[in-house]
């Protein structure tokens, strides 16, 4: 396949209508088009409509993913349910972009591969990474951290510029942020680099009596507002906002984090620690591949011994019996030949006798010189003239 894009798009808090629905059909007869998605691929061509202006009008959540690499994930989510000051940080030109509109957020993510391995089409990306929409608006950031880690990896990001807030939780990532790590190409060892400073993530369910704490303290209009706000049928986004405001309320006097004293790391200090531990990796995964050879060949060596005790006092059998499959003039005859012709020089080089061993080899092959077949397998054999 010479080409392949693929676009998928999902509507999370409301259906599509059908006069949205006959709306998309006109730009893609192709398309599969239900109230709640729209997905289509091409391998030749390209799409006619603009994803952003799709998603600013319909949907919440957009995946795309092209065979030279180019993978773009986008997900909106209401203002109120975002602390766009805290994610603005995690921006990137080429990573992630935020886009504002109404009252509403599109969080841009994308990211390029210098050498596209094409292993997988698009489908089944945006199924594993939709949730976190609802991560995100809870108030979990990793996500975001992710992508600048994605940009950085791509030199995207300025080796002098300091590395946004870490958050959380970066060496427990759930399979949705596992999903975006890979979908985003971000290099195992820089992760592994940056979650070294990344703090437990917090319960997904917090103490209900510091969250009741938490609430009693909210002003008496707000409260009757959020609860106005659950009557009119938003349960999933004030539960998502309060979670967030929740959690930024208890970071907010929780000790600073080593990485938050000394300033941030840089770009180019995090690329130089992965490229070391990178390096580790490397040396470690080598020793071990060595040790496996060598003990591998100790076992071989063992099974051999053993089966050349076997043949102790055979040979002039095994002679006769490389006689007949040499006349039998046929490739695996040649093969079990060549076989029983090692065993015999085995047993020659272990009994002291490799001379009179090879004064008959080289008799067998004078006799045989003519078929070439079996004089070739000798010598690859390392049973050539000497």
Not at 365 to 383: E, N, Y
Request: one cysteine or more; aromatic letters at 8%; a negative charge.
């Amino acid at each position: 396949m010479s080409e392949y894009q693929y676009y998928e798009f999902q509507a999370i808090d409301r259906p599509l209508s059908r006069d949205e629905m006959a709306e998309l059909r006109r730009l893609s007869t192709r398309a599969t088009i239900t109230p709640t998605s729209f997905t289509n691929f091409y391998t030749f061509g390209d799409f006619k409509g603009d994803p952003l202006a799709l998603m600013e009008r319909y949907f919440d959540a957009f995946v795309y993913v092209a065979n030279w690499g180019s993978r773009r994930l986008m997900l909106r989510l209401p203002q109120t349910l975002l602390d766009l000051s805290r994610i603005s940080l995690y921006e990137a030109e080429g990573g992630l972009t935020l886009h504002w509109f109404g009252d509403q957020v599109i969080l841009d993510f994308n990211a390029d591969a210098e050498e596209p391995d094409w292993e997988t089409a698009g489908e089944g990306w945006l199924a594993a990474l939709v949730p976190l929409r609802a991560d995100i608006a809870a108030g979990d950031l990793r996500a975001l951290y992710l992508s600048w880690l994605s940009a950085v990896r791509c030199g995207l990001v300025d080796e002098e510029a300091l590395e946004p807030p870490v958050p959380p939780g970066l060496g427990s990532l759930s399979a949705g942020l596992a999903a975006l790590a890979e979908f985003l190409y971000v290099d195992e060892d820089l992760l592994a680099v940056a979650a070294a400073v990344s703090g437990p993530l917090p319960p997904a369910r917090p103490p209900t009596d510091e969250v009741a704490a938490w609430i009693g303290a909210l002003p008496e209009a707000e409260k009757n507002t959020l609860l106005v706000r659950l009557l009119e049928g938003s349960p999933t986004h004030v539960q998502a906002e309060l979670l967030r405001r929740y959690r930024e309320a208890q970071a907010r006097t929780a000790a600073p984090t080593p990485v938050a004293e000394a300033g941030g790391r840089t770009a180019a200090a995090l690329l130089e620690a992965a490229e070391e531990r990178a390096e580790a990796r490397r040396r470690e995964e080598a020793a071990r591949e060595a040790a496996e050879r060598a003990r591998r060949a100790r076992e071989e060596a063992v099974a051999r011994a053993a089966y050349l005790d076997g043949l102790v006092g055979q040979d002039e059998r095994l002679w006769s019996q490389v006689e007949r499959l040499v006349e039998i003039r046929q490739p695996d005859s040649y093969d079990q030949a060549v076989q029983l012709l090692r065993d015999l020089h085995d047993l020659a080089a272990r009994a002291g006798t490799a001379a009179a061993f090879e004064s008959r080899l080289s008799d067998l092959r004078a006799r045989h010189a003519r078929k070439s077949t079996f004089v070739d397998r000798l010598g690859r054999a390392g049973l050539a003239a000497r």
